[in-house]
């Protein structure tokens, strides 16, 4: 018989884009993700996801609720979106109790204290993102301060991405599920696996060469680095030239747009404004720079 991983996905402050992103997977497709063994002898069962499950109201909240009391200790949380942590349920809640909206936060954290591991799907839950920009009414936090303001320590992984890759969520977990929750070797100063997030885009750029050269596109369209365009790429972690999206078929710098850093904690307050020029920065030694400043921190 199949092991089962129980997994509960919580919709927080975002866009739902990472869902969609996730239900775009292909290979393997969401249908083998949710109904066959992506490991052999080994079946996640995802008991909660408000975004694309067919139920609603009270009688799926308490499939929720049942899971994590089942469950205790074994089930994974996995969160796309910030957590809106200013007055009460005004800003997201999840469900009812006794007559009254139970905030997302109270239900985040009484998960998450629960929980084999969590996962923030998304650089909204990773690091805030744009629920959390400036000037963030909302006080938006991303998943790793509030569990750290309620004192909880929980194995912590984060796939940043506006949205992430499939692959980076489907092989996040397949890994977990493989070869057990991943060590600090696996994972970079930001809590990302390094198998995804290992190296800077400006690494692996097919128009790295323009950059040598010193040959920038001065408007969209041109030959050349995008970087006077505002690309990111020089400061940005993640595999997007060698892995591509939609089935391998292209990616941002790919269609002659500069890279965002949305894999980044600085998006989006510090990689704005998005199609300006980085400044400070040395472009013979900018990847030299950027090491230099994490250290500093």
């Given at each position: 018989m199949s092991k089962e991983i129980p997994l509960v996905w919580l919709a927080g402050s975002a866009c739902t884009g990472c869902s969609i992103s996730l239900l775009n997977s292909a290979s393997p497709t969401i249908k083998n993700i949710l109904i066959d063994e992506i490991v052999p002898g080994v079946h996640i069962n995802l008991r909660f996801h408000q975004t694309i499950m067919a139920g609603a109201g009270a009688q799926v909240v308490k499939v929720l609720e049942d899971t994590a009391r089942e469950k205790k200790g074994n089930y994974v949380l996995a969160v796309d979106g910030?957590?809106?942590?200013?007055?009460?349920?005004?800003?997201?809640?999840?469900?009812?109790?006794?007559?009254?909206?139970?905030?997302?936060?109270?239900?985040?954290?009484?998960?998450?204290?629960?929980?084999?591991?969590?996962?923030?799907?998304?650089?909204?839950?990773?690091?805030?993102?744009?629920?959390?920009?400036?000037?963030n009414p909302t006080n938006c936090q991303p998943l790793s301060k509030v569990l750290e303001s309620k004192g909880i320590s929980k194995p912590l992984v984060n796939i940043p991405g506006c949205p992430p890759h499939p692959d980076w969520i489907v092989g996040t977990i397949g890994s977990i599920l493989?070869?057990?929750?991943?060590?600090?070797?696996?994972?970079?100063?930001?809590?990302?696996?390094?198998?995804?997030?290992?190296?800077?885009?400006?690494?692996?750029?097919?128009?790295?060469?323009?950059?040598?050269?010193?040959?920038?596109?001065?408007?969209?369209?041109?030959e050349g680095c995008l970087y006077e365009l505002g690309c990111k790429g020089p400061i940005t972690y993640a595999d997007c030239p060698i892995r591509r999206w939609n089935g391998g078929t292209n990616w941002v710098i790919g269609a002659g747009a500069p890279c965002n850093g949305c894999t980044q904690p600085e998006f989006p307050d510090l990689v704005a404004p998005l199609y300006q020029k980085l400044v400070d920065i040395e472009l013979p030694t900018i990847g030299a720079y950027w090491a230099a400043g994490k250290e500093a921190k």
């Open positions: 910030a957590i809106p942590t200013a007055n009460g349920a005004a800003y997201g809640a999840m469900g009812e109790r006794d007559g009254k909206p139970v905030s997302l936060e109270d239900r985040f954290v009484e998960l998450a204290r629960d929980a084999l591991a969590v996962l923030a799907i998304g650089t909204c839950a990773a690091f805030g993102g744009i629920p959390a920009a400036a000037p493989l070869n057990g929750l991943p060590t600090a070797a696996d994972l970079d100063d930001n809590l990302r696996p390094l198998a995804f997030y290992g190296k800077l885009i400006h690494e692996n750029c097919p128009r790295r060469a323009y950059f040598d050269e010193g040959k920038f596109a001065q408007k969209p369209g041109d």
